[in-house]
């Protein structure tokens, strides 16, 4: 529901607050006071175009905010939810206009692109008085608001859950035959990288121990000549470190015998020795082994030559190369099952096509069914809206291919395999056309009044705009559409404007839109208008500018209240 609107430096109005009621909001007012200009204030709020030209003169900037009630409106909260957008029950729109021509919109404080707001507005309000906010002239909420007529939603869910796996099986199997032709283009690239590998066949950690073996067969002759000479000095050379370590221990013995205190010292002096003795052994063993072996040396240095090409081919590191090899590796075994994979695929997306299908063709049935009563009933309702020969017409076109499941399914959507399509023809002898090619000026919102009010309980928009319903009809059509449109408050926010009184005296609320001068400059204003007030202005639209006791009373009666003259 719209709860107030607010606008402050647009066209003709300085400033202006309204609050809307539930039920039949009803807006009248002289020519020219400025009813549209406030219709047009909510187009701007449900993301129409800006025009700074609209910008009051000597204004910065025009303002339009709408406060909505949204309570239980879960497809909007899933809208802004998904665009980072809090929204309780409560949502406020608004848009600013400089007189520049820069245009900014906000959802709750929130700034949005002109976009967003347009999918916000159009999930809540329809305004029939520009074509692009009209619902039913857009042909994709055609086969919903049927389904939502003829109680189809479950029938249609269930369609979507099976078409959405149907389709997820098909997603799977291009993305599995996709994958094997860029196997089978890559296979003998991948099998020649594979042999060229394993020729090799590189382990983890095995260049460090080949590049350690390398350099110490490259100074085996260093660490011969070094560590014979080291021998010598240690132990079998003249004055041998130990020998000398020998005659220390020794005299370090008789001195202790006399003065105690050099027994630590006599004690240290033959852990030396013995270490001395353990480096001399360990460094006689490591001279003995040391080879000379031309042989393994080219050996080593031929294979880590060959390590270094995988690694300059391969991502730069022995573990990247062995890392590649696993994965071509992989890549070959899947290639060789794709076939079975593929067959699999195929059967589960046949027997999901044929479920599918059935329920698609169970629904195109009903669908069927469902439309010649909501043709017989639109066109009924029509002609109690004064068009004289009506014609309506619910196209659910299915297109069967060769009539296997696949090809039923081949131009489906989530919502079924039919394209449905509202037609009309208003004249006799005319064919029906789209409604959007049929229906202008207040005729269209006749149409759109007979519709809502044939799928009133299903249609899931709570706002309804009507500018100027009332053009070409009078007398009795005038009371049919009055009589329509309070049916229908009750399932909606109306708000309406009219000339009309025997539509204004339906009225739940009524405001009057007046135009006064202030400072030299014309204002336009709104307010609602007590019982009486009302009273007055349904006689002023019954009988003009003078209003009589007679005409107060006709006015009375028009609205069904007790008889009273002033």
């Known amino acids: 529901m719209l709860s107030s609107l607010h606008i402050k430096n647009y066209a003709l109005i300085e400033e202006l607050s309204v609050a809307f009621e539930r039920g039949l909001n009803i807006i009248t007012g002289e020519t020219g006071a400025g009813k549209s200009i406030i219709i047009d204030a909510l187009g701007l709020l449900l993301g129409d175009r800006a025009d700074s030209g609209s910008v009051r003169k000597g ?34 729109l608004r848009r600013e206009i400089s007189a520049k021509g820069q245009s900014r919109a906000f959802i709750n404080d929130t700034p949005v692109t002109l976009a967003l707001l347009k999918d916000a507005g159009d999930l809540l309000v329809d305004l029939h008085g520009q074509h692009e906010h009209q619902s039913l002239l857009r042909s994709e909420t055609h086969i919903d608001l049927l389904d939502d007529y003829g109680g189809l939603a479950g029938l ?10 149907y389709t997820a099986i098909l997603s799977r199997l291009s993305e599995l035959k996709a994958r094997e032709l860029q196997l089978k283009e890559k296979s003998s690239f991948y099998e020649f990288q594979v042999k060229e590998i394993d020729a090799i066949g590189p382990k983890p950690d095995e260049e460090v121990a080949l590049e350690g073996e390398l350099l110490i067969l490259e100074n085996a002759e260093t660490l011969y000549t070094a560590t014979e000479r080291l021998y010598q000095l240690l132990y079998e050379g003249d004055n041998a470190v130990h020998d000398q370590l020998v005659v220390l221990r020794n005299e370090l013995e008789h001195l202790a015998e006399v003065d105690k205190t050099f027994q ?71 290639a060789t099952n794709f076939d079975a994979e593929i067959a699999a695929l195929t059967r589960e997306a046949g027997t999901c096509a044929k479920t599918c299908a059935a329920i698609g063709q169970r629904l195109s049935g009903k669908r069927l069914e469902v439309s010649k009563k909501l043709n017989a009933a639109v066109a009924e309702a029509l002609t109690e809206l004064g068009i004289a020969f009506p014609r309506f017409e619910t196209s659910v ?54 519709m809502k009010m044939i799928l009133a309980k299903s249609d899931r928009l709570p706002i309804l705009i009507f500018d100027e319903i009332d053009v070409g009809v009078s007398g009795r059509i005038a009371q049919a559409v009055g009589r329509s ?37 014309s204002v336009t204003r709104i307010r609602k208008l007590a019982e009486e007030e009302r009273v007055e202005e349904v006689a002023r639209l019954m009988s003009g500018s003078e209003v009589t006791r ?13 008889p009273g003259l002033k």
């Open 156 to 165: 249609a869910e269930e369609f979507g859950r099976a078409f959405e796996e």
């Open 550 to 562: 007679h005409g107060l009373a006709s006015a009375r009666e028009l609205m069904g209240l007790a």
């Open 397 to 450: 076109i299915n297109d069967p291919g060769d009539g296997s499941p696949a090809a039923q399914l081949a131009h489906a959507t989530s919502r079924g395999t039919d394209r449905v399509e509202f037609l009309l023809s208003t004249n006799r002898g005319e064919d029906c056309k789209p409604l959007v090619e049929v229906a202008s000026g207040g005729e269209v919102s006749r149409v759109m009044l007979a």
């Open 485 to 521: 449109m309070k049916k229908l408050s009750r399932f909606h926010q109306l708000i309406a404007i009219t000339h009309l009184p025997q539509i204004a005296g339906f009225a739940d609320c009524h405001f009057i839109v007046e135009k006064a001068e202030t400072a030299g400059r």
């Open 264 to 334: 630590e010292s006599y004690g240290e002096a033959g852990s030396a020795a013995a270490i001395v003795d353990e480096l001399a052994k360990f460094i006689q063993q490591y001279n003995s082994r040391i080879e000379f072996r031309p042989d393994r040396l080219e050996e080593i240095r031929n294979r880590l030559g060959a390590i270094a090409l995988l690694k300059k081919k391969y991502g730069g590191s022995l573990g990247a190369v062995i890392a590649h090899r696993e994965k071509i590796g992989a890549e070959l075994d899947l």
């Open 59 to 92: 204004a910065e900037k025009a303002v339009v905010e709408g406060i909505l009630t949204v309570s239980g409106e879960k497809k909007l909260k899933r809208l802004l939810g998904e665009n980072e957008i809090s929204c309780g029950d409560e949502l406020i």
